[in-house]
């Protein structure tokens, strides 16, 4: 169930967001953050409990969604990691185009999600 990205090219289609289907595209697009994923999905099912709300599950399948979205998409990954090198720029207004841009690419990927 995926849109075709602007630029027409996918690593794979948009998977589902459900934790089988995330889990599945994670490991193809960015196998080393599965364990990362695993532990935050551990913290969401806990604080779901203890809060007695599903907004911890939500935030978690929309958080790796759109980050899997910027793996999935050549074009958003290469903005993404161009971004985040200059986050620490010397030059204050490139450091700030930075983080404007990886916003855009975040605020872009949860767009796509949210479709």
Known sequence: ????????????????????ALR??????????????QEQK???FALAV?????????SWVLTWARDIEIAR????AARYKRAERHLEDED????HEALRELSAVLDE???AVRE
């Open 1 to 20: 169930m995926s849109t075709a990205a602007p630029d027409g090219h996918e690593l794979i289609p948009r998977p589902e967001k459900t934790p089988d």
């Open 24 to 37: 599945a595209a994670l490991a193809v697009v960015a196998p080393a953050r599965l364990a990362e994923m």
């Open 42 to 44: 551990d913290a969401a």
């Open 50 to 58: 203890e809060w007695q709300s599903l907004s911890p599950v939500r």
């Open 73 to 76: 998409r050549p074009d958003l």
């Open 92 to 95: 204050p207004d490139a450091a």
């Open 109 to 111: 990927a949860l767009r």
